[in-house]
């Protein structure tokens, strides 16, 4: 794909190497090849693995027609039937072919925990993913951990991940560097279910 300005980019690791080249800042440059390892298996993991247990949690998992609908809501009467079935079609498609859509709605929440417990265990108590600053690697796990903890509902996934108190207290300190607007009345966590252990 061109990497010209004022085109498109299809995959967020090209942004944002795009990115730090155009002007000139790296958000990795103190990191070693031990946290650079680190930082592409949990991305490796959110993006190929938990991203299939997320969306079926979104779409497919308990809640889910309600969620579709809320999303095709502002569309025509007849295109919302449409869009509706095709996008369903698809996305049952897509995620029995990537794999995790062979198994039931269980097996499915149970690993999309799995890999929620993983993350919680390797971000421990430091402030950020990868230690006392953040990178890269943040802006990834925030987009997957933002998109989860906040989801209100009986969605088992997600309620799990906002359960997760160092993962809840991540997000909300990355919100509140980066987004402070958005935190005055932000949800409790559910705090319903068990941490990794």
């Known amino acids: 794909m061109d990497r010209g300005r004022g085109h498109p980019h299809g995959d967020s690791s090209i942004i944002i190497a795009h990115l730090s ?21 949990i991305q490796r993991t959110l993006e190929e693995h938990f991203h299939q247990a997320f969306e079926h ?19 025509p009467l007849p295109l919302r039937w449409i869009v509706s079935r095709v996008l369903i079609s698809q996305l049952r498609k897509q995620l029995y072919q990537r794999g995790l ?12 925990k799995a890999d929620l417990d993983a993350l919680s265990v390797l971000l421990g108590e430091q402030p ?14 925030l987009g997957f951990l933002g998109v989860s903890v906040y989801v209100e509902g009986d969605k088992p996934l997600f309620n799990y991940a906002a359960s997760l108190d160092n993962l ?4 909300e300190r990355m919100r509140g560097r980066y987004f402070p607007e958005t935190v005055a ?9 068990a941490g990794p252990g």
């Open 21 to 41: 080249e155009r002007y000139g800042v790296d958000l990795d440059r103190s990191l070693d090849a031990d946290a650079k390892a680190r930082a592409l298996v």
């Open 57 to 75: 949690q979104l779409f497919l998992g308990r809640g889910g027609s309600a969620r579709l609908a809320e999303l095709v809501s502002t569309l």
């Open 185 to 193: 009345g932000a949800p409790s966590p559910p705090g319903s279910e």
């Open 128 to 141: 950020y993913v990868l230690g006392d600053q953040p990178s890269s690697i943040d802006a990834c796990v």
């Open 168 to 171: 809840y207290r991540y997000c």
């Open 101 to 112: 859509g062979r198994h039931d709605e269980s097996e499915i929440i149970r690993q999309g």
